[in-house]
């Protein structure tokens, strides 16, 4: 009889945690930063470049492949792709490059903005920038 209590306290208080735990769970917009966000989250680091209309053929080239360089040279991007606006809206506002970078946590983006490599290649392209967007944002 002792063990029936037992399991039944066991199993009520297992229920009542199921319902307490999502209100212990943090939005992201109430943690501090540097805080690392849940296991099922990444850090998604948007870039989007507008080049100067008298940027060079070649020179685009060479940036595309010096950015896309970078995964094998900082290990901290989990995931990496990119691409050429084909919008169909005509909302780009001249932006024609699109980059996205993954990181796990805060603290490996914090590693690669001021890395050798992404230096190296923001000294590349600042002559040939017109404007520059970066969002970046934890998946849900």
Same mark, same amino acid.
């Given at each position: 009889?002792? =063990?029936?209590?037992?399991?039944? =306290?066991?199993? !009520? ?26 296991? +099922? %989250?990444?850090?998604?680091? /948007? ?12 020179? *685009?080239?060479?940036?595309?492949? /010096?950015?896309? %360089? $970078?995964? %094998? ?8 792709? &990119?691409?050429?606006?084909? %919008?169909?809206?005509? $909302? ?9 970078? !993954?990181?796990?946590?805060?603290? +490996?983006?914090?590693?690669? *903005? ?9 000294? *590349?392209?600042?002559? #040939?920038?017109?404007?520059? $967007?970066?969002?970046? #944002? &934890?998946?849900?």
């Amino acid at each position: 009889m002792k =063990t029936n209590g037992i399991l039944l =306290t066991l199993a !009520t208080a297992l229920l009542l945690l199921s319902f307490i735990s999502p209100s212990l769970k943090k939005n992201h917009k109430d943690l501090p930063m540097g805080t690392i966000m849940e296991q +099922d %989250s990444v850090l998604r680091h /948007v870039v989007l470049f507008k080049f100067k209309a008298d940027t060079p053929k070649e020179k *685009l080239t060479e940036m595309e492949d /010096v950015f896309n %360089s $970078l995964p %094998s040279k900082i290990a901290e991007i989990a995931s990496y792709e &990119w691409g050429l606006n084909n %919008s169909p809206e005509g $909302l780009e506002k001249g932006f024609t490059h699109c980059y996205l970078v !993954t990181f796990k946590n805060e603290q +490996d983006r914090a590693i690669y *903005l001021p890395h050798v490599d992404h230096q190296a290649f923001v000294a *590349l392209i600042k002559p #040939y920038v017109e404007d520059v $967007l970066v969002v970046d #944002y &934890w998946t849900k």
